[in-house]
């Protein structure tokens, strides 16, 4: 199993590995520290995630409540289709979609 973990590979880009669920979203939140500037997109890969529950549906719904909030945009690239599964059954394909 790949270890949980958030990378920053360029300005503004990070990728997120291992499982992002409840025992990991915690540590996540708090190894990120992502800043978000107004009129900037930042991207989160989630190609190395190996599996997102709804705690992780959460945290990705409150990174992108702190990027409007800062006037910026979060896009969410390589989703894995259960994420997206996730997203449907939740109703919030329209707030977090994969734009890639």
């Known amino acids: 199993m790949t270890a949980t ?3 920053r590979v360029a300005p503004r880009q990070y990728r997120l590995t291992g499982p992002i669920t409840f025992a990991t979203v915690t540590k996540l939140y708090d190894d990120a520290a992502l800043e978000f500037e107004p009129g900037q997109t930042l991207e989160l ?3 190395a995630a190996a599996r997102v529950d709804s705690a992780g549906v959460a945290l990705l719904v409150e990174w ?3 990027a409007a909030s800062a006037g910026a945009r979060l896009r969410i690239s390589s989703m894995p289709i259960q994420l997206e599964r996730l ?3 939740t109703g919030l394909e329209g707030f977090l979609s994969d734009t890639t």
């Open 5 to 7: 973990g958030v990378e």
């Open 87 to 89: 997203i449907q059954v």
């Open 64 to 66: 992108a409540r702190m």
């Open 45 to 47: 890969d989630l190609g």
